[in-house]
């Protein structure tokens, strides 16, 4: 029961994220801020992809001089989508392509979208044991 009240919640959640950034391009008949899905939708990918290519052997766990580059390098990729998400709705009320509230709405929604997801591969990931 508990894992349903979960999904209903980060659902409800997502559903706001995707109205204000919906909403940012709207009201204001200017649709550059949708930009900011793509980004942050896609923000996960690279950790998922690269998180298969770390090593699993019980030796990693208790190494700490351990080299895990894949992962490392998911990561990696996952920052500089996640800041261009933040930067690009930024950039753009800066040149005054989209207003400032537009800007505003964009970047609180993309948080939204990728809190949810963080929080859904958190919560429903296959190494949380409760």
């Known amino acids: 029961m508990a894992g349903l009240k979960r999904i209903i919640g980060l659902s409800f959640i997502l559903a706001w994220g995707f109205l204000l950034v919906i909403l940012s ?3 204001y008949q200017n649709w550059w ?3 900011v899905v793509a980004t942050f ?3 996960p990918l690279p950790n998922f992809i690269f998180s298969k290519c770390a090593s699993g052997d019980d030796l990693y766990y208790f ?8 992962k490392d390098f998911g990561k990696f990729l996952t920052s500089i989508l996640v800041v261009s998400g933040i930067a690009l709705p930024i950039i753009l009320a800066h040149i005054e392509v989209i207003e400032f509230a537009a800007m505003l709405m964009s970047v609180s929604g993309g948080f939204l979208v990728y809190f949810t ?3 859904y591969s958190y919560f429903f990931s ?5």
Not at 63 to 70: D, K, R
Not at 126 to 130: G, I, L, Q, R, S
């Open 117 to 119: 997801i963080l929080a």
């Open 41 to 43: 939708v896609l923000a």
């Open 63 to 70: 190494n700490e001089q351990s080299n895990n580059g894949p």
């Open 25 to 27: 391009g709207a009201l």
């Open 33 to 35: 801020p949708l930009f």
């Open 126 to 130: 296959e190494e949380n044991e409760y």
